[in-house]
């Protein structure tokens, strides 16, 4: 008798969408939702969430109808990698401010990849990463971040 599941990354993967989706849902309800044209705090999560679990659907549907690989072991570094520059970005960017918050958090992530070198152009890459994440949030969205902390002002 053949299993069930029968591509186990895409199972997991809609676990993960499902169960993430969940729980954006159900945080998201508890806010005053709006309308399209005048959207509360609780549409944009909603709406996400919802996509979310129709992934995760979709996702649990194709693991039993193709054939995928099995899920391999748990890599320690980059979950690691990735989990200590969302921490470290969250924990300081109002700290030391946008700039170098964002420089950490990519540095750090990329550094838990075994492939990772520093080059030039992804130096270059990440320089003009940071003036489009610092033009698109604080300057078009008008998200109150200091682009740089108060350690650095005189």
Same mark, same amino acid.
């Given at each position: 008798?053949?299993? *069930? #599941?029968?591509? @186990?990354? =895409? !199972?997991?993967?809609? *676990?993960?969408?499902?169960? !993430?989706?969940?729980?954006?849902?159900? %945080?998201?309800?508890?806010?005053?939702?709006?309308?399209?044209?005048?959207?509360?705090?609780?549409?944009?999560?909603?709406?996400?969430?919802?996509? /979310?679990?129709? +992934?995760?659907?979709?996702?649990?549907?194709?693991? #039993?109808?193709?054939?995928? =690989?099995? %899920?391999?072991?748990?890599?320690?570094?980059?979950?690691?990698?990735?989990?200590?520059?969302?921490?470290? +970005?969250?924990?300081?960017?109002?700290?030391?401010? /946008?700039?170098?918050?964002? !420089?950490?958090? %990519? $540095?750090?992530? &990329?550094? &838990?990849? @075994?492939?990772?070198?520093?080059?030039?152009?992804?130096?270059?890459?990440?320089?003009? +990463? %940071?003036? &489009?994440?610092? $033009?698109?949030?604080?300057?078009? $969205?008008?998200? @109150?971040?200091?682009?740089?902390?108060?350690? +650095?002002? !005189?």
């Amino acid at each position: 008798m053949q299993p *069930v #599941v029968r591509a @186990p990354k =895409e !199972f997991w993967l809609g *676990v993960v969408y499902l169960s !993430f989706g969940v729980v954006g849902l159900w %945080v998201g309800l508890g806010y005053p939702l709006g309308t399209a044209g005048r959207m509360g705090p609780g549409y944009m999560p909603s709406v996400i969430a919802t996509i /979310l679990i129709v +992934f995760g659907i979709v996702s649990l549907i194709r693991s #039993v109808r193709i054939d995928g =690989e099995a %899920v391999g072991k748990l890599a320690p570094r980059p979950l690691l990698g990735v989990i200590g520059g969302v921490v470290f +970005f969250a924990f300081f960017v109002t700290r030391i401010g /946008l700039i170098p918050s964002i !420089f950490a958090l %990519v $540095l750090i992530s &990329a550094c &838990a990849s @075994p492939d990772f070198r520093f080059r030039w152009y992804a130096l270059a890459g990440l320089v003009v +990463f %940071v003036a &489009a994440c610092c $033009l698109l949030f604080v300057q078009g $969205l008008g998200v @109150p971040l200091p682009l740089i902390g108060p350690w +650095f002002s !005189f």
